[in-house]
């Protein structure tokens, strides 16, 4: 289940902002302002995705993100805000915000988006995993046809040569391609 943490200093925000989400199948926690919520990440949660409030007593949204670049953390952020201008907007992008809302706004645009947000950070994941997964694999392949190439690349590379022999390079001593299952 994936978790959202929920900041804004309107707790009844806060409220609508979880129940949407967990009837949407989020697990959500809330704080009502940024130190809360930097102290929440403090005391080891780890919430897939932060919904914050852009302008909050204390600390406010954008000293979130501040705090979130500070400490490595690679929690995507969705910045919403009542004080929308398009400054507020561009600054927010270009301090690593991963979306950001104008108040009022609809609960669709907030089911959108979010889903948005973590369906491209699964592809982020995954998309590591199989980077690191294929890292020394060499060329993968599924066909036939790759498989009678690669069948004909083996026998030329184990025929015996009239070119003078030299020390055969490392491609040369494990298969160039991997077939894969399907």
């Known amino acids: ?3 959202i943490l929920v900041v804004d200093d309107e707790a009844n925000l806060c409220d609508v902002l979880a129940m949407l989400l967990e ?10 302002n940024g130190r809360k919520a930097i102290e929440t990440l403090e005391n080891g949660a780890v919430p897939d ?5 852009l302008k909050m007593p204390e600390k406010d949204g954008m ?8 400490t490595g953390r690679d929690i ?5 805000t009542a004080y929308g201008s398009i400054e507020n907007a561009v600054e927010a992008m ?14 669709d645009v907030i089911r959108h988006v979010v889903h948005k947000i973590l369906k491209s950070e699964d592809l ?3 998309n590591q995993l199989l980077r690191e997964s ?17 069948e004909t690349v083996e026998k030329v590379a184990l025929a015996p040569s009239a070119v003078p022999s030299t020390p055969a390079p490392e491609p040369a001593t494990r298969p160039l391609l991997t077939p894969t299952t399907p």
Do not use: W
Not at 23 to 32: C, F, I, L, R
Not at 139 to 144: D, H, K, T
């Open 1 to 3: 289940m994936k978790r």
């Open 23 to 32: 009837n949407d199948g989020y697990e959500v926690a809330a704080a009502t």
């Open 49 to 53: 995705l932060i919904i914050s409030d």
């Open 63 to 70: 000293a979130l993100l501040d705090h979130l670049k500070q």
């Open 76 to 80: 995507p952020l969705v910045m919403i």
């Open 94 to 107: 270009k301090q690593g915000a991963a979306d950001f809302i104008t108040k009022p706004f609809n609960k």
């Open 124 to 126: 982020k994941k995954e």
């Open 134 to 150: 294929c890292r020394d694999q060499g060329i993968v392949y599924r066909s036939a046809a790759m498989q009678e190439i690669m």
